[in-house]
Structures are given as structure tokens and as C-alpha cells.
């Protein structure tokens, strides 16, 4: 009696296992022998499958080509609080831009890092190439629909995930909808896929809304709300999530959807309570734990911020960037004696240039605020040699080299830093009170509108224009 596995036992042991190149050798092995199989099929093309999925729902990548063909016609000048294009409109509940810094789409940083969205979109050519294209999802990576009992949703899957024929799946899925007679809800939801692939987001709509009548899934939920907003109709999102609760109570990926979409329009207050409201739900959820912690840190609380960090810590989490968020809390916090060593170990957890730069950036304010500017120069100029992008070092570095007495040095890297960063306020502001010392009038004026565009609360630059104003209708 021979011990070896049968192949297809074996196959689906790699599968489960997750070793899916081993998984699909095998199948290949099996098909050869017998090539019309239909369970090696399905259990093949899963397999390949799996290797790139990603998580559609999550994960909205827009590239070059969805920022310059894109061909939706969205109202320009929409009422305050009804889009995502202008998070400033509604800024309720959260700290001011002076204390929280800004993303380049004007809305606060985010305390979790989410892959690229529409309402995030790059402003130039250049800054849609220099965004990075991650893969990475907030949800579990697995299949969401577990159908693949036959082999035709088996083929759509591989079509759409591994080939990335959209057009091919598209005629599959439609195909399949026609035989079905159009009362299967899943083909339904493939299609608005396709659909929201190609950026059709109407048709998308369409089947999207036609699955809910059929059947109620969380999913269809979730895709409909990114339609609606890539339509740029966060308030149409919000309302959709609100009856998906309705039908599924306390659904944590509707509460969260829920949360991001507040925080995307700015209102942190709501988004707080919605993040409060998925920890009673599931209170491992990393991302509502960040979201908090963040907020409470930039709320002047770093205590409680701390507290949630070290939560996240507890759980298992151990990577450069919670290493960084503990350090800066311990010292805002006064535990002097853990800030150094929770930046130590962000540093050599950091896993590129661009994190290290960051913890050199926050190591150069910690130097500036026990007063030793030397170290902190050298922190920022650190910062730079990890990545020579990084706006906020050359305006620091700037205000360092002020204090010094080197002007000229000054306005050079403010310069650097408003051309690398035109969305922050600081760069433009710093320019103009450097210009208007010197005596460079015109300058001064000109950097201080832009400090103003980028801000316009900010009482400093109300000032000086102010002043300017003045001093232009003596002349």
C-alpha cells in the first residue's frame, strides 16, 4: 500500500497552506495526465489567483493614466462639506493646520497608512509619478466572496486578478449573467467591477444597486460607496453606509468606511467617535487604534495617544513607524527617559530611506527642544541625506541657518522647501517675514499670498500682509 498523498488531496493541502506556486506545479502535473479535470482546474487557476490578488475593495490605485484620460464630469465649485476635493470647507472638531500638518489634497495626515485614493489624487505629472503604488490592503488579504464552486467564477477570477483582462472578464461575467437570467446577484457585482475598472462608475452604480435588490452583501455595500465616492459624493457614501447598518448592525468595515470618509472632509470629531464605535465592535482593529492614537496626539494629548500606541505594541505590531509615533508621544509626554531609545529602535527597523528620514526629522525637533541646536542641525541634515525631498528638513534647516545670521543660505533651502511642498504654509510664510527684513518688499508680498492660499487662518501672515499693504500705499 504506497504512503504518497493523493495529488489532489495534496494540491489542496498547498493551497490551504498558502505555498500556491507549489499548489498550481502540481495541478500542471495532474492536467497533463488528465487534461479535462475540472477540480485541477478550478484548484489551478485559485491558485494563480491568489498569488496577486488584492483586496479590490481596498486597494484604488490611480495612475497616470486615470489622473490625465479621466473624462467624468465633476461639479467644480461644490457646496462646503459635500466633497472630498475640498476637505477644508469643513473643518469641525479637529486642531488647525498650525498644529496638524497637511497631505498635498489639503486634509490632514491620516494616523494609518491607506493605499492611494481618488480624493487623494496627484495635483502635476510629476507628483503622479513620484506617488508610490502600494498593494497593500487594510483588510484581510483573502478571496471576499468564497464562490468558487464552479468553475466559470474560478476562470472570472483568474481572468480579472492574474491576466488583468478587464475586457475579457467583462464579456465572461456578462455572458454568465445572461445564462444565470440575470437573477445571480454575484455576476452582478463582477460586472460593476469591470465596470469601476474600466471607469464607468454609472454603469457601475447601475449593477451595483441591481445586486442589493437581490441580495444584501457587505461587499456590494462597500464597492458601491467607492463609486460614489470616485464620483466625488461622500454624503451619498455616507448615507449608503448608514442603511448598510441597518441591515448588518455593527459591521465594522461600514463603521470604518464610515470613519475615513469624515476624516477625508476633515470633520476629526466624527471620525473619532465612528473609530470609537468599531473598538466596541472588534478592539484589535489596528486601524481605528492609530486613528485614535493620532488624533489624541495632535489634540494635545499625548499621554492617551501613548497609551494607544503601546496597545498596538502589546498586539504584536513591531515595525519603524509605531517605534517613531511612541518616541515622539514619550517626549511631548515628558518620559525623557524612553524617547531616545523608542527612536533608536525606529531607526533600525526603518525599512527605507524615506522612514529614516522621518525619524531623523522628529529626532531634530526632540534636539530643538532641549535647546541643542547643533545636534539638531545635524539631525535635519540627516534627514536630507536619507531623502533629499523631505520639505519640512530644508525648512527647519532654514530656520536654523536664520538664527546663525546666514540669510542668503536661508532663503535658498525656503525656496527649495516651498518648490518640493507648495501646500504648506510654513516654507511660504518663513520666506516672506526673511524678505521683509532684508527690505525685499515685492517678494515678501508675493510669498506671503501663497502662505495665505495654503492657510488662510493663519493670523502671522494676515499681519504681514497687512503690513505690506501699508507700506505699498506710502509708496
Known amino acids: 500500500m504506497s504512503s504518497e498523498m493523493e495529488p489532489l488531496l495534496l494540491a489542496w493541502s498547498y493551497f490551504r497552506r498558502r505555498k500556491f506556486q507549489l499548489c498550481a506545479d502540481l495541478c500542471t502535473q495532474m492536467l497533463e495526465k488528465s487534461p479535462y479535470d475540472q477540480a485541477a482546474w478550478i484548484l489551478k487557476a485559485r491558485a494563480l489567483t491568489e498569488m496577486v490578488y488584492i483586496d479590490e475593495i481596498d486597494v484604488d490605485q490611480e495612475g497616470i493614466a486615470e489622473m490625465m484620460l479621466d473624462e467624468n464630469a465633476i461639479a467644480q ?50 507628483q503622479a509619478i513620484r506617488t508610490p503604488r502600494t498593494a497593500y490592503t487594510a483588510r484581510p488579504i483573502t478571496s471576499s466572496s468564497g464562490r468558487f464552486v464552479r468553475l466559470g467564477t474560478a476562470l472570472f477570477e483568474y481572468i480579472f486578478h492574474h491576466e488583468n483582462d478587464v475586457k475579457t472578464a467583462l464579456d465572461l461575467a456578462a455572458l454568465s449573467t445572461e445564462h444565470s437570467q440575470y437573477k445571480d446577484w454575484w455576476w452582478k457585482v463582477q460586472i460593476g467591477k469591470c465596470y469601476y475598472r474600466l471607469g464607468m462608475y454609472r454603469e457601475a452604480e447601475k449593477q451595483f444597486k441591481s445586486a442589493l435588490k437581490q441580495q444584501e452583501m457587505v461587499d456590494t455595500f462597500l464597492y458601491l460607496a467607492k463609486v460614489y465616492v470616485s464620483l466625488d459624493q461622500p454624503v451619498t457614501a455616507l448615507n449608503l453606509f448608514k442603511q448598510g447598518l441597518d441591515k448588518f448592525p455593527g459591521e465594522v468595515t461600514l463603521l470604518c468606511g464610515i470613519a475615513r470618509i469624515y476624516e477625508e472632509m476633515n470633520n476629526m470629531s466624527s471620525a473619532a467617535e465612528y473609530y470609537k464605535e468599531v473598538l466596541k465592535q472588534d478592539n484589535t482593529h489596528v486601524e481605528a487604534i492609530a486613528c485614535i492614537g493620532s488624533n489624541h496626539f495632535y489634540s494635545d494629548q499625548p499621554e ?104 542668503e543660505q536661508a532663503r535658498a533651502l525656503l525656496q527649495t522647501a516651498s518648490s ?55 509708496l
Open 420 to 474: 518640493l511642498a507648495p501646500h504648506m504654509y510654513e516654507p511660504h510664510f518663513n520666506f516672506a517675514t526673511i524678505s521683509d527684513k532684508i527690505g525685499d518688499l515685492q517678494r515678501s508680498y508675493v510669498a506671503a499670498q501663497k502662505s495665505e492660499a495654503a492657510f488662510p487662518d493663519h493670523v502671522d501672515t494676515q499681519h504681514l500682509i497687512k503690513q505690506l499693504r501699508q507700506h505699498f500705499a506710502m
Open 77 to 126: 465649485v461644490p457646496r462646503p462639506g459635500t466633497s472630498l476635493k475640498l476637505p477644508g470647507t469643513n473643518q469641525t472638531g479637529g486642531p488647525s493646520q498650525a498644529v496638524r500638518p497637511i497631505t498635498q489634497a489639503g486634509r490632514p495626515i491620516t494616523g494609518f497608512l491607506r493605499p492611494s485614493t481618488q480624493s487623494g489624487r496627484p495635483g502635476t505629472m510629476e
Open 304 to 407: 492617551i495617544a501613548l497609551r494607544f500606541y503601546r496597545r498596538l505594541l502589546q498586539m504584536g505590531i513591531y515595525n519603524g513607524q509605531l517605534f517613531n509615533n511612541l518616541g515622539l508621544c514619550c517626549f511631548y509626554a515628558q518620559q525623557y527617559d524612553m524617547t531616545l531609545t523608542s527612536f533608536e529602535r525606529a531607526l533600525s527597523l526603518a525599512e527605507n530611506e524615506e522612514e529614516a528620514a522621518d525619524v531623523w526629522y522628529n529626532l531634530g525637533h526632540v534636539a530643538v527642544g532641549i535647546g541643542d541646536t547643533n545636534l539638531a542641525h545635524q539631525c535635519f541634515r540627516l534627514a536630507l541625506v536619507n531623502n533629499n525631498n523631505h520639505a519640512e528638513a530644508y525648512n527647519n534647516l532654514a530656520v536654523l541657518e536664520m538664527r546663525k545670521g546666514h540669510v
